[in-house]
Antibody
Framework: EVQLVETGGSLVQTGKSLKLTCATS????????MHWVRQSPEKQLEWVAQ??????????YYAESVKGRFTISRDDSKSSLYLQMNSLKEEDTAIYYC??????????WGQGTLVTVSS | DIVLTQSPVLAVSLGQRATISCRAS??????????MHWYQQKPGQQPKLLIY???NLASGIPARFSGSGSGTDFTLTIDPVQADDIAAYYC?????????FGGGTKLELK
């Protein structure tokens, strides 16, 4: 059974940093292209970042809204995905989901972790 | 970015057919491949894949769900609607990066 479990969300002040972790199991993580997707309090879903597999040189891609502030990474030995978030803004407030795409759709989602950014 | 537009709310009676639409700002099809996907989200839960590539039912999804469309216009149909289907439904395109989502349609009981 595929499992994705996000942790690390919390209340943080604007300008501060936070690191999210997604622990996975039930599939071959080292071959997987992984993503972070977030959902705002208004329920809008927004793709945040993607990291490809080692065979794709761990290529990374970011939404314009987070480029230069967020960093996606992975540890294949731990089957874990990370999102380092710096210079946080109030508009980064959202539930952050770890997802595995498999192909070009988001087949599996974690339960999400809530990040609240406030001054 | 490709913008996906959905009606915010759809009111339906149990046992009736629900038709949820999604319109893209440009075509999301390549040849015969329609790169539009549908998700269901119940309150307090994560989104769940229902339909991939416009018309393919994801694993474990009941046959009362179906999808259709091509180009810029896509439809998710639920027939008949059951109480367990009351949720929000989102479309998502993978034709171009970044992948984008519609604003969601909340299915309510009439």
């Amino acid at each position: 059974e595929v499992q994705l479990v996000e942790t690390g969300g919390s209340l943080v002040q604007t300008g501060k940093s936070l690191k999210l972790t997604c622990a996975t199991s039930g599939f071959t993580f080292s071959n997987a292209w992984m993503h972070w997707v977030r959902q705002s309090p208004e329920k809008q879903l927004e793709w945040v970042a993607q990291i490809k597999a080692k065979s794709n040189n761990y290529a990374t891609y970011y939404a314009e809204s987070v480029k230069g502030r967020f960093t996606i990474s992975r540890d294949d030995s731990k089957s874990s995905l990370y999102l380092q978030m710096n210079s946080l803004k109030e508009e980064d407030t959202a539930i952050y989901y770890c997802t595995w795409s498999g192909r070009d759709w988001f087949a599996y989602w974690g339960q999400g972790t809530l990040v609240t950014v406030s001054s | 970015d490709i913008v996906l537009t959905q009606s915010p709310v759809l009111a339906v009676s149990l046992g009736q057919r629900a038709t949820i639409s999604c319109r893209a700002s440009q075509s999301v099809s390549i040849s015969s491949i329609n790169l539009m996907h549908w998700y269901q989200q119940k309150p307090g839960q994560q989104p769940k894949l229902l339909i991939y590539r416009a018309s393919n039912l994801a694993s474990g999804i009941p046959a009362r769900f179906s999808g259709s469309g091509s180009g810029t216009d896509f439809t998710l149909t639920i027939d008949p609607v059951q109480a367990d289907d009351i949720a929000a439904y989102y479309c998502q395109q993978s034709r171009e990066s970044p992948p984008t989502f519609g604003g969601g349609t909340k299915l309510e009981l009439k």
